[in-house]
């Protein structure tokens, strides 16, 4: 009796797995025939392929395409939604005989760009018929959609100019101005642009492709090796060294600090540079009974005329390379020249300006002095210092050949950080915690989801539209524009978010200019973003970091100060990079 029941249930099983199999099989053959419909009678099927740009020439994403017969729309059509880059195919049946005797019509629409109406398919570039009989018809048609200001744009246009603001008037914290930011535009998307499309800005999609991880693993791998780096003591070694190349001899000292700091910065980054060598200029000011602002500022001005030379000195360098495909060879050899004479003006400008100062230090007890900073500012960590000099240099040396390998800059430097990593047995936990300036990161992933708002919504195509008028279609005019906009526009507001803003405008510039294809427009963005910042105190983040530290000590630093000593050879440097342009730059 056992086994009768055990076979019994066995079978009954066997037979409910079949049904299940059966009603399986029944619906996946009624989905394929809602797609592919089999009728013994021939059909006429007609499939339209091409793309939608808009007035640019980009491919534009997510717009509906609806199919028409004869006036009507045609009933149980798949939806038809154009690619990433725009492109589109529908395919559509027919009964037999009926498109020679009908109009086929398209009718695109997206929020924020203009109805364009219905457009007839005539161009059948191909006939074809089956073993079935079914004719098939293989037409092509393009569309341009014009761009129009919805309130989505509206909304995007605010949303900009409030984080640009809160960013430049500090009245939050830049993280918090860019979060805020992004999460309002995706908020306002999926609220109201749910029920008035015009209203959406721009999906959540759209704002996770907009992040470029290749900025954010390379500012985060570069962080991590500065991070061990500057636990051995060498920044305040050389700050020790060029005291006692000096002497005493405060112009010599400053020429050397300002060295020194451009060195530094173009291998690492000036936020850091400026962190480590700061305690130590102030120390030696004081000593020498000078205002340590007469140093200070002079070498914030190099630091970030040393970070402008190369891809990793500068954030906007970090965000323009990633952006425009560019190497750090490429930044070196275009930029690195011309800023080596600014650099040189600008040491002779600020040994002039604070001469009166350095002629009047009293360099009474430079043996005393040295011996003290001989054993303060010592290598504290040999071992660590070998491997992180040999983590740099793998790191620098993949930089140079990355183009050829065409390999992302961020691969580099996370290259160099796991070596260092492993070989100094450091507490990853500790270093992620203590060395990555998370803040700086959100900052930059939120500023991403900001400006895809903005692109999306057609602000940033309008700046593009303006910015084509008034350059004329002159290079000249064109390099001068972005150059001086940049430096004049960085002065005043973060460069970063300036930058962020820029990207996609110059590389259509570089487009529509004659003449910019060689690049020539992105090595303006860069000097003017980069060097502009050095207009004023919130121009750059080096900047404020050595406005904080010197009050911190004692010495604060006001706006006003900081303009009238590094405004003026801001613009000088400015000017440089202009007859630079006009003599090699195209």
Not at 366 to 388: A, G, H
């Amino acid at each position: 009796m056992f086994l009768i029941r055990e076979k019994i249930k066995i079978r009954k099983i066997l037979i409910g797995f079949s049904i299940i199999f059966l009603l399986f099989s029944i619906c996946c053959d009624l989905c394929y025939s809602a797609n592919h419909p089999r009728s013994s009678h021939p059909a006429d099927i007609l499939i339209v392929s091409g793309m939608v740009t808009d007035t640019h020439g980009k491919g534009v994403k997510g717009v509906n395409l609806k199919i028409f017969f004869n006036g009507r729309k045609v009933e149980g059509q798949k939806e038809v939604i154009t690619s990433r880059n725009g492109t589109y195919e529908s395919k559509t049946f027919f009964p037999h005989n009926s498109l020679s005797q009908g109009i086929v019509e398209i009718e695109p629409s997206k929020p924020a760009y203009a109805r364009q109406g219905r457009i007839k398919v005539i161009n059948v570039v191909e006939e074809k018929r089956d073993a079935l009989g079914n004719e098939y018809y293989l037409a092509h048609l393009d569309f341009v959609l014009e761009r129009v200001l919805s309130p989505g744009f509206w909304i995007a246009t605010a949303t900009l100019l409030v984080v640009y603001a809160l960013i430049a008037f500090e009245i939050v914290h830049r993280t918090l101005a860019a979060f805020l930011g992004a999460s309002l535009m995706l908020a306002v998307s999926y609220t109201a642009g749910t029920f008035y499309p015009s209203f959406r800005i721009l999906t959540f999609d759209d704002a996770a492709r907009a992040i470029d991880m290749n900025v954010i693993f390379l500012l985060i791998g570069m962080m991590i090796i500065v991070g061990i780096l500057k636990r051995t003591g060498l920044f305040q070694w050389l700050a020790y060294k060029s005291y006692e190349l000096a002497r005493g001899n405060v112009f010599i000292l400053a020429a050397t600090l300002m060295l020194a700091a451009a060195t530094a910065s173009s291998m690492l980054d000036n936020v850091t540079t400026m962190l480590l060598i700061i305690p130590v200029t102030i120390e030696i000011a004081l000593t020498l009974e000078i205002h340590p602002t007469t140093l200070l500022i002079p070498e914030v001005f190099a630091s970030n005329i040393g970070g402008t030379a190369t891809l990793i000195g500068d954030p906007p360098n970090i965000m323009i390379g990633s952006y425009a495909n560019l190497s750090f060879v490429d930044f070196l050899v275009h930029l690195g020249p011309v800023c080596l004479i600014c650099l040189v003006v600008g040491m002779g400008y600020f040994i002039l300006w604070h001469g009166k100062s350095y002629r009047g230090a009293q360099a009474g007890k430079v043996q005393e002095t040295i011996e003290r900073l001989k054993r303060e500012c010592r290598i504290t960590d040999r071992r660590t210092l070998v491997f992180s000099t040999l983590a740099l240099g793998i790191t620098l040396f993949l930089f140079a050949v990355h183009g050829a390998l065409h390999m992302e800059p961020s691969i580099a430097a996370m290259t160099g950080a796991a070596f260092l990593l492993l070989v100094t047995r450091t507490d990853i936990s500790e270093t992620l915690e203590r060395d990555i300036e998370w803040a700086t990161i959100i900052f930059f992933i939120m500023l991403f989801v900001v400006i895809a708002g903005a692109q999306e919504s057609g602000l940033i195509h309008l700046i593009a539209e303006w910015l084509k008028q008034l350059s004329q279609g002159s290079l000249v005019q064109a390099i001068l524009m972005v150059l001086w906009g940049a430096a004049l526009a960085s002065a005043f507001i973060d460069n970063i978010p300036f930058t962020a803003t820029m990207l996609p405008v110059v590389s259509y510039l570089t487009e529509v200019i004659p003449g910019a294809e060689g690049g020539v427009l992105w090595w303006a963005l860069a000097l003017g973003a980069c060097l502009g910042g050095n207009g004023t105190m919130i121009g750059a983040s080096a900047n404020l970091v050595t406005a904080g530290m010197s009050e911190r000590a004692g010495y604060p630093i006001s706006f006003r100060q900081y303009a009238k000593v590094a405004f003026t050879p801001m613009v000088i440097t400015i000017i440089l990079c202009s007859l630079w342009f006009m003599w090699v730059g195209r």
